[in-house]
């Protein structure tokens, strides 16, 4: 399983783009990259998910570069509730062993 | 429609003991994966059922083990507890399995080992 290095901690403001970047330079051709959100005491949320190019959806979107060596999930206008440990996954399409790295934690000010 | 929920939210257990954890996905998903979360070692995979058969393991020993219902509903168990065995314990469900598919996460049970 592909090795996954992200930011240990970042701290933006209220109503700015926050960007976190996942480096995975050993990602395999049928892995995918998937980000979650973790807020204290809760299960993981799902974000996103995407295997090449640029995915949107309404709360995030997940920019991978044509190598996949690298994702970038984008949070438009973070607000204070956005404040979370986000982490960034890659795992085979047929393979559900998802192995979280340490997450980056986002603290978001007002 | 309803989450994952994981009973019991919370246990308080002794050393040498043994816990039985219990995970309802959501309807529909026949996918259960347990995790295990600690400040020290984060989120870590345990294993995963998929139509009552363990079909991926993690690193994990033999004390821990599980097993899904034709229903999907699934239980963790863990037998001759130790004390780094205190942690949350959190099962998701995905309606494949393959991580093509989304997981739900449950709310988590918090147990401790005294």
């Known amino acids: 399983l592909a090795k996954t290095t992200q930011p240990i901690s970042m701290d933006s403001y209220e109503g700015q783009e926050v960007n976190i970047t996942c480096s995975h330079n050993?990602?395999?051709?049928?892995?995918?990259i998937t980000w979650y959100q973790q807020f204290p005491s809760q299960g993981p949320r799902f974000i996103i998910q995407g295997y090449k190019t640029k995915v949107t959806n309404e709360v995030a979107s997940l920019f991978i570069p044509a190598d996949r060596k690298s994702s970038t999930l984008s949070l438009p206008r973070v607000s204070l509730s956005d404040t979370a440990v986000y982490y960034c996954?890659?795992?085979?399409?047929?393979?559900?062993?998802?192995?979280f790295g340490a997450g980056t934690r986002l603290t978001v000010k007002p | 429609k309803a989450g994952v929920t994981q009973t019991p939210r919370y246990l308080i257990k002794t050393r040498g003991q043994q816990v039985t954890l219990s995970c309802s996905p959501i309807?529909?998903?026949?996918?259960v994966s347990w995790y295990q979360q600690t400040p020290g070692q984060g989120l870590q995979f345990l294993f995963e059922?998929?139509?009552?058969?363990?079909?991926n393991k993690g690193n994990f020993p033999g004390r821990f083990s599980g097993r899904q219902f034709s229903n999907s509903r699934s239980e963790m168990n863990v037998s001759t507890l130790e004390l780094g065995d205190s942690a949350l314990y959190l099962c998701?469900?995905?309606?494949?399995?393959?991580?093509?598919?989304?997981?739900?996460f449950g709310p988590g049970t918090r147990l401790t080992v005294t």
């Open positions: 309807s529909g998903h026949r996918s």
């Open positions: 998701a469900s995905s309606r494949t399995g393959t991580s093509s598919g989304e997981q739900y």
């Open positions: 050993n990602i395999a051709t049928n892995d995918y």
């Open positions: 059922y998929f139509s009552e058969t363990q079909r």
């Open positions: 996954l890659v795992s085979p399409y047929n393979n559900n062993d998802m192995r």
